[in-house]
């Protein structure tokens, strides 16, 4: 591929309501996501930034597409490396889809995160993330606990 | 089946494994492009390819025409904090450096 892209995927035992508020509740989003958390209304065109627990600002960007409870794109950019940052910016993309067919409703979370550039840092350096944060997420919304904690992020 | 015994039936197989780590060493290849190296005709690679996906080990993405498989680490996340992390990591260090040390073979 001519760009550098990711793709994660997690079946998730709960409502695209839920998940979505996962995905956009920052006290929930400190649980899951290592103590970070983002902030935004998201809403489209609005700002986005992913926050360290010590208040540093780990990325920035801007909604560039919301449909609650379906679909959400990030324009991400980094902020605390400079290597990373001169990257400039990359799409992360999360897609909520029902699976038909199951007694209990199934999310299926799809999160693509790509930048427009070969071998990107950037996207190797989220993709060490990701799985963590899904896995939490996961055990989060269907036991209301998780297995990695904050301590465990190196 | 469920998720995790499809999970551990997927990876079961060295054809498999082999196909993951060629999605590793090269993310989002399509179907010719796995088939190119491999020793396998295009119709049981296809078939392998299946149980990735339905066991969520392997994802699609479509790039016009062409459909992509990514590797999706997430599955694998869950079997190690399942099955790894939650015991203890030292003694298992110890026990893996004996090992190596032991058999003088980088396992």
Redesign the interface.
């Known amino acids: ?1 001519s760009k550098s ?7 998730i035992h709960a409502t695209p309501e839920q998940v979505w508020s996962a995905l956009t509740t920052p006290e929930f989003m400190r649980q899951y996501w290592f103590d970070m958390h983002c902030e935004s209304d998201w809403k489209k065109g609005s700002s986005w930034k992913l926050v360290f627990p010590d208040g540093r600002i780990a990325d920035m960007g801007e909604i560039v597409e919301s449909d609650p409870p379906r679909r959400l794109t990030i324009k991400w950019r980094n902020q605390w490396k400079e290597e990373l940052k001169a990257e400039g910016y990359s799409l992360c993309t999360f897609t909520l889809e029902v699976v038909p067919d199951n007694a209990k409703p199934v999310v299926k979370l ?1 999160v ?1 995160h790509s930048i427009e550039s070969e071998g990107s840092k950037l996207i190797e350096a989220v993709s060490g993330g ?3 944060i ?2 939490n997420l ?2 989060l919304l269907e036991t209301g606990e998780i ?2 904690p904050a301590s ?1 992020h190196n | 089946m469920n ?1 995790s015994d499809l999970l551990f039936k997927a990876l079961a197989d060295p054809s498999r494994r082999k196909l993951l780590d060629r999605l590793y060493a090269n ?2 290849q399509t179907l010719s492009e796995l088939c190119e190296h491999l020793d396998m005709t295009r119709q049981s690679v296809t078939q392998h390819l299946d149980l990735l996906e339905a066991s ?1 080990l392997v ?1 699609t ?1 479509r ?1 016009g025409r062409e459909k ?1 498989h ?1 590797l ?3 599955p ?3 079997v190690y ?2 099955w790894l ?2 015991f203890e990591k030292p003694r298992l260090k110890a026990l893996h450096d004996l090992k190596r040390r032991l058999e003088g073979a980088d396992t």
């Open positions: 591929m892209t990711f793709a994660y995927v997690t079946f799809t693509v990701w799985p963590r899904l896995s996961k055990s297995i990695m465990g | 998720k993310d989002g969520n994802t993405l790039r992509l990514m999706n680490p997430v694998l996340q869950d904090e399942r992390a939650k």
